[in-house]
């Protein structure tokens, strides 16, 4: 999409008074921010319980890593699955049933203790149960993808998509204090189960609340024409307009072209490595606060949120920056790479926390580098910027492929930096290496961003 076709896009050259338009693409929006809230919220609810967890069940540093790991393993195993089931059944079912089944997984962790009679047993079930979690989250963002790809127009893309990753951040503050304070009042399991009741609600007002364009009942024409003359596919889960048939097959010679694309690997292979931060603040920054910084784990989910809230700022920002650079007549390129770039620097600032002692100054480097890592988080628009029409789930799921390995590697490594060196100094350095290294994918290797046309020979 170029910077002219993002300007069509304007209420004035559509011809449109703004007054006359409906805005409920603003509701499938929010509903995008509450379930990827939940979504993070589950995601995080082991950091949160894993001290208390760990101590009860003997569970040491290496093995609590290679638990944290089990929800990436099963992610990243299910994202090309999750992403031809989206081009196969649309993405309302299927996100849906995702919603539905990762709660009901979370549900299960808080009765561990009932069912496991040792420490080994515990430690397979939860792996086990993780695993499933990481299995059924896995067609989540790209669907997040697809539906912005869907109803919003080029310029207002960033700031939708830097919306609904920023309730990573926000989860973490809405979510870590409540979770440690139920805890400290409740008991770990408490926080499984309040959790997964709380997703299996939600996947209702899911099937009750969002529609496609095209098939929403109180959406008006004024608005489906605005979204569409801005580049939004508002056709894209219905069948009868669909370039290729809804029963065909995934055929892998489309991944392969994906994979063969400069521009698509560097997105792809920087999209790990800002990932690699994502899952850092999930799993070992509450366990850092306690266990290197002396904090209960009372007070390290209040602490855990301050980053957070500057996380889901910088998020915020990074998209309203890069739509603002667009409107003004920057490159597609331009405004996307820009925020990326100064936020994966202020990101290796983490190492500071090396140098100090004082508990205030660590969460305040902390709350810089979350600030950084949320205003680089705008792979997602990229995305949708990028994808080919015809496969958007299948390459917003290869691309989640790439980033989510993150979640494998990145918990094992740190376990392993934590026991070996007794500190915490170590897994620091490794986190903001891989933002320096994301730094080097948007500026030498992806080239300029633009849509990937794809082949069907």
């Known amino acids: ?6 300007q069509a896009a304007t209420p004035a050259a559509s011809g449109v008074p703004a007054a006359a338009r409906t805005r409920k693409r603003y509701l499938i929006l929010a509903m995008l921010f509450i379930v990827t809230t939940i979504n993070y919220a589950d995601r995080a609810t082991l950091s949160i319980a894993g001290p208390a967890l760990s101590k009860e069940l003997g569970i040491d540093a290496v093995t609590m890593g290679y638990i944290f790991s089990a929800f990436g393993w099963s992610y990243v195993i299910a994202q090309l699955p999750g992403g031809w089931l989206l081009d196969r059944f649309g993405s309302k079912k299927v996100y849906a049933a995702s919603i539905l089944l990762w709660s009901v997984f979370t549900l299960l962790q808080g009765g561990i203790h009932f069912v496991t009679a040792t420490a080994g047993s515990a ?38 998509s830097a919306i609904f990753n920023s309730a990573q951040y926000f989860a973490t503050v809405l979510f870590a204090p409540l979770m440690g304070w139920i805890t400290h009042s409740f008991g770990w399991p408490a926080v499984f189960v309040v959790m997964g009741l709380l997703g299996m609600a939600l996947s209702v ?68 490595c800002i990932t690699t931060l994502t899952y850092f603040f999930l799993t070992w920054f509450p366990v850092y606060l306690v266990k290197e ?69 660590v969460v305040a480097i902390m709350s810089l580098a979350f600030f950084g890592k949320g205003l680089g988080a705008l792979g997602w628009a990229v995305v949708s910027d990028t994808s ?41 350095i490794f986190v903001a290496a891989n933002a320096l290294v994301a730094v080097c994918c948007y500026l030498f290797v992806v080239g300029d961003i633009r849509r990937f046309e794809l082949r069907k020979d």
């Open 293 to 361: 910084r002396g904090m209960s784990i009372l007070n390290a989910g209040f602490v855990a949120a301050l980053p957070a809230i500057c996380g889901f700022a910088g998020g915020v920002l990074g998209g309203l920056i890069s739509d603002a650079l667009l409107r003004r007549g920057k490159s597609l390129t331009v405004a996307r790479k820009t925020p990326i770039v100064i936020g994966m620097l202020l990101s290796t600032s983490m190492i500071l926390c090396n140098y100090v002692d004082s508990a205030a100054v």
């Open 205 to 272: 007002v899911w099937l009750k609340t969002v529609y496609t364009p095209s098939s929403h009942p109180r959406v008006n024409k004024a608005e489906l024409n605005y979204i569409a003359a801005g580049g939004a596919l508002v056709n894209m889960d219905n069948p009868n307009t669909q370039s290729r048939s809804f029963a065909e097959p995934p055929r892998w010679g489309y991944v392969k072209q994906l994979l063969s694309n400069r521009m698509l690997m560097g997105v792809y292979i920087g999209q790990y």
């Open 123 to 160: 430690v397979v079930v939860l792996f086990a149960l993780r695993f499933l979690v990481g299995a059924a989250e896995a067609p989540s963002f790209p669907a997040n993808g697809r539906i912005v790809a869907s109803w919003f127009p080029a310029n207002e893309r960033g700031t939708a």
């Open 388 to 428: 080919p029409k015809e496969i958007s789930g299948l390459s917003g799921a290869l691309f989640n492929t790439f980033g989510n390995t993150a979640g494998i590697t990145t918990p094992i490594v740190i376990g392993y930096l934590v026991k070996g060196m007794g500190s915490f100094s170590g897994a620091l």
């Open 1 to 6: 999409m170029n910077t002219t076709t993002a």
